[in-house]
């Protein structure tokens, strides 16, 4: 489950992390599709995105692209956060 911000364009949105988190890939504030493909691999798992441009075909592209995935869900929308609901 990543929750939280995104863009379209940019990827996931991160502002605040904590001080042990590697940062390298990190390009201004935004993890890009180009820095999660070469370094995702959850083989058998699904990933559900609730962030603003989690579903863009960059972002499920870096997902999945070395097919060990078993889904990727992400909103193609700007979705509103109080539509989240998951249990």
Same mark, same amino acid.
């Given at each position: 489950?990543?929750?939280?911000?995104?863009?379209?364009?940019?990827?996931?949105?991160?502002?605040?992390?904590?001080?042990?988190?590697?940062?390298?890939?990190?390009?201004? @504030?935004?993890?890009?599709? @180009?820095?999660? @493909?070469?370094?995702?691999?959850?083989?058998?798992?699904?990933?559900?995105?609730?962030?603003?441009?989690?579903?863009? +075909?960059?972002?499920?592209? +870096?997902?999945?692209?070395?097919?060990?995935?078993?889904?990727?869900?992400?909103?193609?929308?700007?979705?509103?956060? @109080?539509?989240?609901?998951?249990?």
């Amino acid at each position: 489950m990543i929750a939280g911000h995104g863009d379209v364009a940019e990827g996931f949105w991160l502002d605040r992390y904590a001080d042990f988190i590697d940062t390298l890939m990190l390009r201004g @504030e935004y993890l890009p599709a @180009e820095a999660i @493909e070469p370094v995702v691999d959850l083989p058998g798992c699904t990933v559900i995105a609730t962030s603003c441009g989690g579903g863009s +075909a960059a972002i499920g592209r +870096a997902f999945t692209q070395n097919g060990r995935i078993n889904a990727y869900i992400g909103s193609r929308v700007h979705p509103g956060g @109080e539509i989240h609901v998951l249990s």
